[in-house]
Each structure stands twice: as structure tokens, then as C-alpha cells.
């Protein structure tokens, strides 16, 4: 971390949270303009993310695949790199560890962590694919993941369809073996011990990035790879390398959910959780430990939003259009600043008024 | 004529100008010399409608008038040659020069009265260039001669140039120099803000010497005035420029370069490059910019391809790639510390432990240490006295001359044998320039070897104990610096052989 003075940090905690209120505040115009009311909808989804116990522990299941998947875009984005690619790793590591948790029986635990450690190689080797071909060709990463995007998630569908396909009416598979099967705290809600294992592979990371060698060659890679290569760095092997542990965490996140909330492979099982990652990491304004934050932000959001189209059937889908809108308010930092500079505007008229008000009054006889 | 007085200039807490009084005459250079950061350039800004002072008087022909923005002082006839050119890469020399006061026809660029205008201003200034070609395929110098003529096109008759010979070669700066006599001989007044005290007293009629924003001399006329002069009253204190100090004792050879040759590809080609850096000894390269240089220490460092690299330390040949290289204790500073010499938005000292953050020193377990990197970067920052209010600060929040601080501290502090430096004071107020000087000598005094290239000939001629003249890639001579006169190593740089 680097000392900065006090207005450069406020900016960095001010800017996503501006960004937020905005996106909620446009987002709310378009709720409007479709006929319902966005002060409802807001508090349909706080109370149903937060409104009890129940509810808040079905928030953090639904969290920890966001949280995952935003890491999975920071870490590369450490390295200077934008992998639009955590869907497929996603994908593709719940494709092999399915396979390890459907036909290798191991004993409970080591089955377990088996499921992940394969699961995270497959992420990181699809995400390192990308980085070999940047490295290679010079093939820009974000096209080459949104390509392997497409190939991940059609890879699985096939699976599930045809070789792998257990029921004649769903697209799935088997449930996996129960020992590679997390079970849930309680029948209540999802919520179950993977969102720890989140908690802890964020800190795992964030001490890769900034505590280690590997890191500190990912960073400096990331920021001038031109002063990476006259120090010594081999930054082909770093781009590489880092978009492999950028799609370990893909990866992770894929078994995690295959194993604790739909125990088997199912067609087309994430709805987008790896672009909600670049969200997610957007609001945490690309640094590792708020993302803890901010992926459980995006979780209440999600798990409200499921619940109040349960109740009230408005379609959950504008949670993405919320999604959206973040993303373009942080990416757009001179707009925040320019909106900041009209809001202190406007207090500073309504002071000026005020002020003039009460002169007037002084003067007054 | 310009004249200004009391002119007084804030930025939030800092006072960037104080109580200022200048006097701009037709017909005259007017030098305006000081450190980076003493108000040269805000001087000029507010002089050119870009910045409103708060407080002061401007006389423009004698009459007090203020500026509300650049067109304005455009239209009384101010014109600004900024430090990084304004030009349209994709026009060309021609369109650039007439861009917004454009000779029309029916509501259309009148192109042969642009080219009859144009090639007249160029015959009478006696600029030579051919304008026809797109400017982003013109040399720098080039671009300045666009600069130039656009202002003269726009009747200018006060001519400002900020830092004009800063990307200059020495060629191009005469030019550049003839270029300015002939327009003063015109009427036109010049400003020339420069740090360079040999062009200040070159170039000047009267030169004023700027610090902290206040002006210390005025009017001072450069004839019987030596660089010293002017350097103490820039710094505010005596400074040692360019003095010499022999080696006090030169050793066997250390480094070794039998033969470098690389095949061009768009660059300088380098033929068989050869010589021999004894222990206790600068072997300088001077030469002007762009003559194989560069290459020359890439290929070195082993950051380019090359068709032959036989180089060795104490007859172990050096491999190729910096992590090896660096290791086997040679250091280097590169010619371009934005370009791959530091990392703006990283602190000072992540960026003090770079190509050396593998070693054991800095872990602990299998971790960076944090508090062994501030350590290090602690210690480097107090032996080579670099300005930074920390070791965390963004090395993008120093001034050049810190930051060319850090890279010298950087290589000469990992305690190598061997130390190539690139440009060490490139872009470097006086002060950190005279303390780098220090530093190279002092680590030279210690028994080490250093290979130092330099476009700045002083510089060269003081350091080296030693120098080879570069020309196209070719080493073309061999000397001591005190036998070598300044025209004879001015004309092996150009690349003709004096007799």
C-alpha cells in the first residue's frame, strides 16, 4: 500500500460509492419508465436479502461465486491484463470436477479437495490458453476469453446432453458421488462452508499479489512491462501465469457450486456469474480485499432481486442492468467527478442563498 | 514590447510567482533560465493568456491590458512554441502551419495560396523544410521548424519557446539558434526558457535567472559571464559543474566487449562494436543521439537481438537477458526512466528493489518483506539524498531529477562491479545533476568499473577518464578527453574525420 494524501484515499472509497448511487439512481428511472415502482422494488430487495436470518445466509451463498469470479478479474487485472474469460474457466472447471466428483471415488475429504484442486487447474490451464496466445500471436486476451466463453460453456452443454446425461428430461448429470458433495449448514438456505473457503482463497490471493516475489513481478508487469523486462522479469511467462491463477479462482468458483448448491452438472448452471465478477471488481476498484464487500453487495442484489420477482413478478433480469451501470459509472471516473463537482455545486448555491438570506435579515431594521 | 510588473502567481499553498517584473524588447533573445519548478514555465503561461495572475499589470506597447485567454494573445501578436508540440500528426507541414487562420476560398482551404504564403514566410525566415510531407513522419526538429513557421504565419511578433532544445540533437539546436538570429535581425522578440546554461549564454542578449518563483537577476548580459555564474545564481549556492577528476587509480581490465554487431531493423545497425572498461575507470561514449547508442546498451543487457555479442567479465563471458546479467554484477541505468526505468504509479520503493527483489536479503520464508524492501529503499534514499516525502510515496509524485536518483541508487547501491549508465542527467535540475556527477565518480573512485554514454558532450568530456566517439553504429575514435579538442570530437560525431 502507498501513503497518499487523505483526499486520494477518500476519492477511492467516494468514486465506487458514487458510481453505486448512481447506477441505482438510473437504474430506478428505467424500473419507473417500465411501469413499476423503484422505492418498492428497493426494498423488496433489501428485505429479502437482509430481512432475516434465513434470508441473509441465502445472501452470502449466493455471494460467494460473485466474489470468486470478481478475484478471478482482479487478479489479471493486476497484471495488467482484462480476462473477460472467468464464465468458461468457470465452466470448465465444473466440467472436470464433476468428472472427478461423478467417477473417482476417494474417501470424503481428500474427495473434496480433489474436486477443487482439478477444477482449478482446469480454470487456470483455459485462462493460460489465452495468455499463450497473447503471448504467442499477440491475440488480445479479451476476445480470445469471450471466445473461450462460448467453447467452455458449449463443451458442458454437450456433456450433459449427450455422454454424461442421467435424466430423459433435464440436460444433467448424475448427482456427483457423496463424498465430493458439501452439505449445507442448514435445509434453510444454501448458505454453506464454500463461502469461507471464498473468504480465505481472497486472502490467499491478496498475499500472492502483494506479499510474494510472483506478485510483485504480476504488479509490476502489469503497470510497465517494458521496466518489467529491463528488470529482469520474464513477462511472458507472468502474463501466462497470471491469467492461470486468475482462472484457478475461475475454477474454484465452478466446483464450489457444483458441489454445495446443485450437487450435479447441469446445461447452462451460471447465469452470468462471470461477468458479474468484472462488476464486482469494478466497484472494488480493482484492489483485492474489498471485494469481499462488494461481492456480497452484488449477492444482495441478486438474492433480493430472485425474491421480489418471486413476489411480485417484476423480472429479476434488471439486476444486470444494475450490473451494467456500474460498470460504466466506475469506468467513468471523470463522470462521478464532474457529477460530485455539480452536487457541491449545488449545496455551495444553496449555502450562497441562505447565507444571503440571513444578511439580508441583519440588515434589515 | 511586453512589459511586466508585480506579477504574483498562487497555486492552492504554493506561491509559484513573486513580485515578478520583466521587460520583453523586439529585436532581442531574452533567456529566462532556472531549475525545474522555479516559474519559468507559469511566467510564460500567464504571459500567453493561459493562466490568470493574481496580482500584477501587463503592458502590452505600453498600454495595461489583460488577458482573458490564448486567442488573445494570439491576436496581440503572442505566440507559444509549448514543450510538446501542437501539432496534427496526420496533416501536413502546410496545413499545420496555416491550422486556424487558413487562407479561404468560397468557404474552402484556398490550397495554393496556403503554399504561396507558406514557402514566402519560409524564404524569409530562411527556415528550410519541406512542408509537403504528413508531420508525424518529420523528425523533432522538423516539428519545432512547423511550430515555428505556424506562429510566424499568425504574425507573432513576441515569439515564446519553451524549452526548445530539449529534444534536440546539437545539430538540430544550431538550427534552431541560426533560426532565432535570423528572426531577431526581423524585429521579433524572443523568449527562450532553457535550463542549459552553455545555450543561455550562447543564444542570449540578456538572460533572467528565475528561483522559487522569484527573480533574482535580471538583465544580465551573458558577455564575460561563465556557466558557473549562472548556475549559482540558479541554484542559490557555489556548484561544481563539470569538474574534472581523474581516476585515481585505473586497473586491469574488467569488462569486455570484443565484438557486438547487430543487423538493423529500422534502427541504428551496430558494426563490431569493441573496447575494454578497466577497473577503476569511465569509458565514455559520446556521440549524437540516435547513432547506435541505445542499441548499443540493449544489446548489451541482452534486451536485443543480435548477430554477435561477445562480452565478458574476467574472461567469464556475460549471458544475455537481465536476470542473469544482473546478477553476475553489472548494473544499468537506462536511457529512459519513463520508458522502462521506473513504474510511475508504484512507491518509491517497490520500485528501489527492482531486478533485485529476487535476492534472499529481501524474504522473508517464502514472502517479500515489506519491512526489509522499505529498509533497503530507506538506506538508498539517504546515501544518494533523494527528495521523496517517503519511501512510499508514488515515484510519479517526485521531479525528474528524484527519479533519476532512484535509478542511480538503485544500480550503484546493489553493489555491482560494473555500472552501464545511460543519460544520467537527462532532464535533471543542477543540484541532483551535480550529486549524480558525485555519485559515478565516487563509485568509479571505489575500484568499479562504468560504461557512461551521454548526448551531453560536457558531461562525457568531464566524467570520462576515457571516451569513444560513436557514429552510425561504428565506434570511430579513441581518446583521452584532455586531448581531444571540442571541434575535433564535433566533427567525428558528424562523422567526418578532421585531419
Not at chain 1, 9 to 26: D, G, Q
Not at chain 2, 126 to 151: F, H, N
Not at chain 2, 217 to 232: F, N, Q, T, V, Y
Amino acid at each position: 500500500m502507498t501513503e497518499r494524501p487523505l483526499a486520494s484515499r477518500l476519492k477511492n472509497v467516494l468514486i465506487p460509492f458514487t458510481a453505486l448511487l448512481l447506477a441505482l439512481l438510473v437504474c430506478a428511472i428505467l424500473i419507473r419508465s417500465f411501469g413499476y415502482s423503484p422505492l418498492s422494488v428497493y426494498k423488496g430487495i433489501i428485505i429479502g436479502a437482509a430481512g432475516n436470518m434465513r434470508s441473509l445466509l441465502q445472501t452470502l451463498s449466493e455471494s460467494t461465486v460473485l466474489i470468486l469470479t470478481g478475484l478471478s478479474f482482479a487478479v489479471a487485472f493486476k497484471a495488467g491484463l482484462i480476462n473477460i474469460g472467468a464464465e468458461g474457466q468457470l465452466y470448465m472447471g465444473a466440467v472436470f470436477g464433476s468428472l472427478v466428483g461423478l467417477y473417482l471415488p476417494l474417501p470424503g475429504i481428500i474427495h473434496k479437495a480433489t474436486v477443487i484442486l482439478v477444477a482449478a487447474a482446469a480454470g487456470g490451464a483455459w485462462a493460460a490458453l489465452a495468455g499463450y496466445l497473447k503471448v504467442k500471436f499477440n491475440a488480445h486476451e479479451v476476445i480470445t476469453t469471450i471466445m473461450l466463453n462460448t467453447i467452455a460453456a458449449n463443451f458442458c452443454s454437450y456433456l450433459v446432453n449427450y455422454p454424461l446425461r442421467a435424466s430423459e428430461a433435464i440436460a444433467q448429470s448424475d448427482r456427483l458421488l457423496e463424498t465430493a458433495i458439501i452439505p449445507r449448514f442448514s435445509a434453510q438456505s444454501q448458505f454453506n462452508p464454500t463461502f469461507f473457503l471464498a473468504l480465505i482463497l481472497v486472502i490467499i490471493v491478496y498475499i500472492i499479489v502483494h506479499h510474494t516475489v510472483f506478485g510483485y513481478e504480476m504488479r509490476v508487469t502489469g503497470r510497465n512491462r517494458n521496466a518489467g523486462l529491463a528488470g529482469g522479469i520474464n513477462v511472458n511467462r507472468m502474463i501466462i501465469a497470471s491469467m492461470a491463477l486468475s482462472g484457478a479462482v475461475a475454477g474454484c468458483a465452478g466446483s464450489f457450486h457444483i458441489m454445495a448448491i446443485n450437487t450435479r452438472l447441469i446445461d447452462g448452471f451460471s447465469t452470468g456469474f462471470g461477468f458479474a465478477g468484472v462488476a464486482v471488481s469494478a466497484l472494488a476498484g480493482g484492489n483485492i480485499l474489498p471485494i469481499i464487500f462488494s461481492g456480497i453487495l452484488f449477492g444482495v442484489f441478486k438474492n433480493g432481486a430472485l425474491v421480489v420477482q418471486r413476489i411480485s413478478r417484476i423480472p429479476s433480469d434488471f439486476i444486470q442492468i444494475l450490473q451494467a451501470l456500474v460498470i460504466i459509472f466506475v469506468a467513468a471516473p471523470m463522470m462521478i467527478l464532474a457529477f460530485m463537482d455539480f452536487v457541491r455545486g449545488g449545496i455551495r448555491k444553496i449555502t450562497n442563498f441562505t447565507g444571503l438570506r440571513k444578511n439580508r435579515r441583519r440588515t434589515a431594521p | 514590447m511586453i512589459e511586466i510588473r508585480g506579477l504574483c502567481k498562487a497555486f492552492g499553498v504554493i506561491q509559484a510567482l513573486k513580485d515578478v517584473n520583466l521587460r520583453i524588447n523586439q529585436a532581442s533573445v531574452r533567456v529566462l533560465l532556472g531549475e525545474n519548478g522555479a516559474g519559468k514555465s507559469t511566467l510564460m503561461k500567464v504571459l500567453y493568456g493561459m493562466y490568470a495572475p493574481d496580482q500584477g499589470e501587463l503592458f502590452f506597447d505600453g498600454r495595461n491590458t489583460v488577458l482573458r485567454n490564448s486567442h488573445q494573445a494570439i491576436d496581440l501578436g503572442i505566440g507559444m512554441v509549448h514543450q510538446h508540440f501542437m501539432l496534427v500528426e496526420e496533416f501536413s507541414g502546410y496545413e499545420n502551419v496555416v491550422l486556424g487562420f487558413e487562407p479561404k476560398k468560397s468557404g474552402q482551404l484556398d490550397r495554393g495560396r496556403m503554399i504561396s504564403e507558406v514557402n514566402r514566410l519560409k524564404h524569409e525566415s530562411g527556415i528550410d523544410i519541406d512542408l509537403s510531407r504528413r508531420t508525424g513522419a518529420m523528425t523533432v526538429g522538423e516539428r519545432q521548424k512547423v511550430e515555428i513557421l505556424k506562429l510566424l504565419h499568425r504574425k507573432s511578433d513576441i515569439l515564446i519557446l519553451d524549452e526548445p532544445t530539449a529534444v534536440l540533437t546539437p545539430n538540430e539546436t544550431h538550427d534552431l539558434f541560426a533560426m532565432i538570429r535570423i528572426l531577431k535581425d526581423q524585429g521579433k522578440g524572443v523568449v527562450l526558457i532553457t535550463h542549459k546554461l552553455h545555450e543561455a549564454l550562447e543564444i542570449a542578449d540578456e538572460i533572467t535567472v528565475l528561483r522559487d518563483g522569484v527573480v533574482v537577476s535580471d538583465g544580465i548580459d551573458p558577455e564575460g559571464k561563465s556557466r558557473e555564474d549562472l548556475a549559482k545564481m540558479m541554484v542559490g549556492r557555489d556548484v561544481a559543474l563539470y569538474s574534472r577528476k581523474p581516476s585515481p587509480k585505473v586497473g586491469e581490465p574488467l569488462f569486455v566487449c570484443e565484438d557486438i554487431t547487430t543487423e538493423s531493423s529500422g534502427d541504428c545497425a551496430l558494426k563490431s562494436i569493441h573496447f575494454s572498461v578497466h577497473e577503476g575507470e569511465i569509458l565514455g561514449i559520446a556521440g549524437v543521439d540516435g547513432n547506435g547508442q541505445r542499441e548499443l546498451v540493449e544489446a548489451i543487457a541482452g534486451l536485443r537481438e543480435t548477430a554477435v555479442r561477445r562480452v565478458f567479465v574476467q574472461n567469464q563471458p556475460v549471458p544475455a537477458g537481465t536476470p542473469d546479467i544482473l546478477k553476475s554484477g553489472i548494473a544499468f541505468v537506462f536511457e529512459d526512466r519513463n520508458f522502462n526505468g521506473l513504474i510511475e504509479n508504484m512507491s518509491v520503493n517497490e520500485n528501489a528493489i527492482l531486478g533485485y527483489h529476487r535476492e534472499s536479503s529481501l524474504k522473508r520464508g517464502f514472502l517479500l518483506s515489506q519491512k526489509k524492501t522499505r529498509e533497503r529503499a530507506k538506506r538508498l534514499i539517504k546515501e544518494y539524498q533523494v527528495r521523496t516525502p517517503s519511501d512510499q510515496t508514488s515515484v510519479g509524485d517526485l521531479s525528474g531529477g528524484n527519479q533519476q536518483k532512484i535509478l542511480i541508487a538503485r544500480a550503484l547501491g546493489a553493489g555491482p562491479s560494473i555500472a552501464v549508465i545511460s543519460q544520467p542527467t537527462r532532464g535533471v535540475d543542477i543540484g541532483a545533476m551535480e550529486y549524480i556527477h558525485e555519485s559515478i565518480q565516487l563509485f568509479r573512485d571505489l575500484g568499479n568499473a562504468i560504461l557512461l554514454i551521454s548526448a551531453d558532450l560536457d558531461e562525457v568530456k568531464s566524467l570520462s577518464d576515457r571516451i569513444l566517439i560513436i557514429h552510425e553504429g561504428e565506434i570511430v575514435v579513441e581518446g583521452k578527453p584532455t586531448e581531444l579538442s571540442d571541434t575535433e570530437i564535433g566533427l567525428y560525431m558528424t562523422g567526418s574525420h578532421p585531419d
